[in-house]
């Protein structure tokens, strides 16, 4: 397999026979973290504005079918209507307890 002769120029430079250099290993490293840091500030800048605008990010939602399920909506009003008679039963003396507290 040949090499680009850019890559091969690079990876003889990485080689552990060749000088070292600490400052141009630094100047690398920060710029490539400033470089990191402005892609990301752009990215972030984008999303909060794409969602500011009311945009999703990714593909939108699948539409639901219109309307309600009136059973479900039954079968809650019976649930809260069973807990309110229950409380009822404490409120009127209809259940009795101790009260150990007391």
Known sequence: MTLPPALRSFLDK?????????ARDWLALISLSLIALALIIVWNIWTFSTV???GTLGAPAA???GGFNRTA???VHAVFSA????????RT?????ADPSQ
Do not use: C, I, M, N
Request: aromatic share 10%; proline share 6%.
């Open 14 to 22: 990485l080689r552990v026979s060749t000088q070292q250099d600490p």
């Open 52 to 54: 500011a605008s009311g």
């Open 63 to 65: 539409s639901t079918p």
């Open 73 to 75: 909506l039954d079968t």
């Open 83 to 90: 807990r309110a008679a229950e409380e009822d039963k404490y």
């Open 93 to 97: 003396g209809a259940y009795r307890f």
